[in-house]
């Protein structure tokens, strides 16, 4: 049971590996882009130099054609700046992203590589896991959650995520907040009475900063991770699950 526990970690950890590698790919991409609208700036700003050099000089068509056409570039350069200011920003949140999602899985046990055995029997295991997860930032407004992005409002976390199946007697899910330093924020402990809703295997609960530890949320990425204790087969603070959200 303990070897199967190690090998079901493997099966999740490789998936947020991945995720990570294809947050690489993005990075890349958005890198050439970049670097693309750079040049159509440089390009732009040397047309918009020739044509001032032209009017400063006397050269101006008596219908101000020229006048127009400089100032048609004069718009094109501010756009393309804005656009290459929106691609560095992209470009900078998917450097951050991609590196909070490397810090955790850093962060993961390693375990070492199953044998093809032993991983063809896993899909008749009896391991627990979360087979899927996800974190929504947000509020209370009216007395009802609002999810939210942005920083200032956000107070506390949904979390949702399904299980390989219902946890045993014996078996103590904890559910844990990390920034992007991978430094833990102190959570409120009520969220333990709201583990097992609306069923066992699919569950749905929020989660708090204890705020006699942590002020308030800032921009950036966190990651929520789930952990499994079960001190009759010897395991302790096990990571089964992990996920992602960042605010702005």
């Known amino acids: 049971m303990k070897h199967l526990l190690k090998i079901s970690l ?28 750079r040049m159509i700036n440089k390009k732009l700003i040397k047309a918009k130099i020739l044509l001032e050099y032209k009017l400063e000089n006397g050269r101006t068509p008596q219908d101000d054609s020229l006048q ?8 094109e350069v501010r756009i393309y700046r804005q656009e290459a200011l929106r691609l560095k920003n992209l470009l900078e949140s998917a ?11 850093d962060a993961l ?46 107070d506390r976390v ?19 907040l990390f920034d992007d330093s991978n430094t833990e924020i102190l959570l409120f402990p009520d969220y333990h009475n709201k583990l097992g809703k609306p069923t066992p295997i699919n569950q749905n609960l929020i989660i708090k900063p204890d705020i006699n530890y942590f002020r308030r949320f800032a921009r950036g990425n966190y990651s929520i991770r789930l952990f499994l ?9 096990q990571a089964i699950g992990i996920t992602e959200f960042s605010l702005r």
Do not use: C, W
């Open 109 to 154: 046990p390693k375990q070492k590589p199953a044998s093809p055995s032993t991983s063809k029997k896993l899909n008749g295991s009896n391991a627990l896991f979360a087979m899927t997860m996800r974190a929504i930032p947000g509020e209370i407004l009216r007395n009802r959650f609002s999810p939210s992005t942005r920083a200032r409002r956000t």
């Open 68 to 75: 127009k056409l400089l100032d048609n570039v004069r718009q």
């Open 158 to 176: 949904q979390v949702v995520f399904k299980l390989t199946r219902a946890p045993l007697p014996g078996e103590k899910l904890t559910i844990r």
């Open 95 to 105: 450097y951050r992203m991609t590196d909070s999602l490397q810090r955790a899985y």
């Open 229 to 237: 204790t079960n001190t009759n087969q010897g395991i302790h603070n």
């Open 10 to 37: 493997l099966v999740f950890i490789l998936p947020n590996l991945s995720q990570a590698q294809r947050h690489q790919t993005t990075t890349d991409s958005l890198r050439q882009e970049l670097q693309r609208q």
